[in-house]
């Protein structure tokens, strides 16, 4: 019971530092917020088959801009924290105090997993409520699999970024870096059916296109494929462990000196 009430009071730390600073909870909440309403409004009325009952790009928008804030939450908010606080020497501070390393963690985590959790339920409130993307029936068990393997894969891949970024300074580009380009060319912003061979090749490597596409066949139904959706599920499983196994083995609570 102490072990939960450190948790629980840690969590609430976390929580209110995310609120109070504006910037970061700008660009957490609610630019996926912003992307999803104004790729739905331009481009969600264009269909995406030539199906008796057509299927609209909203139906595409709003699962995939669920992935990128879920990536945002867990993956560029943790390894950005975790960078900038070792480099200002917060975590060395931390491990100097009676709380345990593993809460401080925990708390992170679960703060980042329920900011996720939290956004994906507002982007697919006001997808249903205002474009009519809704998710399929019996597909709630799956996306929510597919949720919550992809947000513990993410917060373990911004461990380990956070491992290996060598200052606070370099933590924004770095991050970037890595997340913009993947997320377009992984059927994010833009469906990659006719992109060539090899660009979806390289995408099918990284975890964020197993993840986009998971989350999208719970809406498309033409994207429903339980042995393709076990794929994603294992590729996903493939990058957690190889984040986790990062994470344990570089991590550092002090700066470089």
Request: glycine fraction near 4%; aromatic fraction near 12%.
């Amino acid at each position: 019971m102490r072990q939960l009430r450190l948790l629980a009071i840690q969590f609430v730390y976390e929580n209110v530092r995310f609120w109070r600073n504006a910037i970061a909870a700008f660009f957490t909440v609610a630019l996926p917020l912003a992307m999803m309403v104004i790729l739905c409004l331009l481009l969600g009325s264009q269909q995406t088959s030539a199906e008796s009952a057509p299927i609209y790009l909203s139906t595409f928008y709003v699962p995939a801009i669920s992935a990128m804030a879920v990536i945002g939450a867990c993956f560029t908010n943790i390894a950005m924290e975790v960078a900038i606080s070792r480099d200002r020497g917060l975590l060395k501070r931390y491990r100097g105090t009676p709380l345990p390393t593993s809460i401080l963690v925990s708390a992170k985590l679960t703060h980042a997993i329920l900011l996720g959790f939290l956004l994906v339920i507002c982007l697919l409130c006001l997808g249903a409520w205002a474009f009519d993307a809704t998710l399929q029936d019996m597909r709630v068990g799956m996306f929510s699999l597919m949720l919550i393997l992809g947000s513990a894969t993410f917060c373990a891949l911004g461990l380990a970024i956070a491992a290996v970024i060598p200052n606070a300074e370099a933590s924004p580009a770095i991050v970037q870096a890595i997340v913009l380009p993947l997320l377009f060319i992984s059927d994010v912003f833009l469906p990659m059916d006719n992109a060539p061979s090899w660009l979806q090749w390289i995408a099918s490597v990284f975890p964020v296109r197993h993840f986009a596409l998971g989350l999208q066949s719970s809406f498309h139904p033409l994207l429903t494929n339980d042995i393709q959706e076990w794929v994603h599920l294992v590729v996903l499983s493939i990058w957690f462990v190889v984040g986790l196994v990062v994470a344990i083995r570089y991590f550092r609570w002090e700066p470089k000196r």
